[in-house]
T-cell receptor, first 112, second 117 residues
Framework: GQQVMQIPQYQHVQEGEDFTTYCNSSTTLSNIQWYKQRPGGHPVFLIQLVKSGEVKKQKRLTFQFGEAKKNSSLHITATQTTDVGTYFC????????????FGTGTRLTIIP | GAVVSQHPSWVICKSGTSVKIECRSLDFQATTMFWYRQFPKQSLMLMATSNEGSKATYEQGVEKDKFLINHASLTLSTLTVTSAHPEDSSFYIC?????????????FGPGTRLTVL
């Protein structure tokens, strides 16, 4: 079945440093979504990418979707303590009410 | 944004008992809902897709007779863990997709932490 892997599994950074997590799918995707889960919380939607090679920015966050629509990345510039949490990518092969396959996640901790 | 609630937020039960978890979409209708299980420090594993008015679709390896899903209305799906055992202890989260045709973000409930003694 479809697998979605993320690296690294854990990342500890000094506050103010940049952070990047990479996501790779075993199959071609129709769309990739990114979610953030704070410790003890539930996943919260960040963004959806649909087009091959698409790049989207949200303030300090930059999201990319690979040309082959099988990989993606999330880059955070100048991390802040509020960025702490686990970042999951989630791949979809359809739209509408189609299910998502969640990646393994990258847990980000910030050293103040 | 859309709000999804879950009840209870946590439950402790004895081995062999059944536990029902409710997932409600509060301000929108959801013909489809998803049930996930998350073990500590792990990812979300999709268990099943709940479809209003029809049978749920279970992922490979998930026992449908053990995890009963009912989606009786457009705002409520329930997951019943039957004859629970300690290995069923986990964080169970439901989600409902938004109504957009292209942007299909999922709105997650706050989760239910199940502990089976």
């Amino acid at each position: 079945g479809q697998q979605v892997m993320q690296i690294p599994q854990y990342q500890h950074v000094q506050e103010g440093e940049d952070f990047t997590t990479y996501c790779n799918s075993s199959t071609t995707l129709s769309n990739i979504q990114w979610y953030k889960q704070r410790p003890g919380g539930h996943p919260v939607f960040l963004i959806q990418l649909v087009k091959s090679g698409e790049v989207k920015k949200q303030k300090r966050l930059t999201f990319q979707f690979g040309e082959a629509k099988k990989n993606s990345s999330l880059h955070i510039t100048a991390t802040q303590t509020t960025d702490v949490g686990t970042y999951f990518c989630a791949g979809g092969v359809g739209f509408g009410n189609e299910k998502l396959t969640f990646g393994t996640g990258t847990r980000l901790t910030i050293i103040p | 944004g859309a709000v999804v609630s879950q009840h209870p937020s946590w439950v402790i039960c004895k081995s062999g008992t059944s536990v029902k978890i409710e997932c409600r979409s509060l301000d929108f209708q959801a013909t489809t809902m998803f049930w996930y299980r998350q073990f500590p420090k792990q990812s979300l594993m999709l268990m099943a897709t709940s479809n209003e008015g029809s049978k749920a679709t279970y992922e490979q390896g998930v026992e449908k007779d053990k995890f009963l899903i009912n989606h009786a209305s457009l705002t409520l799906s329930t997951l019943t863990v039957t004859s629970a055992h300690p290995e069923d202890s986990s964080f169970y989260i439901c989600s409902a997709p938004g109504s957009g045709r292209i942007t299909t973000e999922q709105f997650f409930g706050p989760g239910t932490r199940l502990t089976v003694l």
